[in-house]
């Protein structure tokens, strides 16, 4: 053992105890752990942790799926088709120009 601590731990406390910055960041590191242990791994707090986490995706989803219908919904309507059953108003002979069209013209 003494020889595990003269090898590695030393060396690595005296690493540690020598450089500030890294002091901060296992600080802050250990603060953050701590926070997050207390909100998310417990009982009550997973479900509140879990609906923040995924609230972002779950709102981006639906807006996609959401505005994603509009587009599916065809700008130009295909043309009728002609019912050969109905009669036709305007023999083809008679028909000008002008009347020529879509039923939906007016």
């Not at 053992?1 to 450089?19: I, K, Y």
């Not at 603060?31 to 609230?55: E, I, M, P, Q, R």
């Amino acid at each position: 053992t003494s020889e595990l601590l003269h090898q590695f731990l030393l060396p690595a406390a005296h690493h540690l105890t020598a450089n500030p910055k890294l002091q901060h960041q296992l600080l802050w590191l250990a603060g953050s752990l701590t926070l997050f242990a207390f909100t998310c791994l417990n009982d009550s707090g997973f479900n509140t942790a879990w609906l923040v986490l995924t609230s972002p995706f779950t709102l981006s989803r639906q807006l996609c799926h959401r505005y994603r219908r509009i587009h599916q919904i065809p700008i130009n309507p295909p043309e009728p088709v002609a019912d050969p059953t109905v009669p036709i108003i305007i023999p083809e002979d008679q028909r000008s120009d002008s009347s020529v069209g879509r039923a939906t013209d007016s």
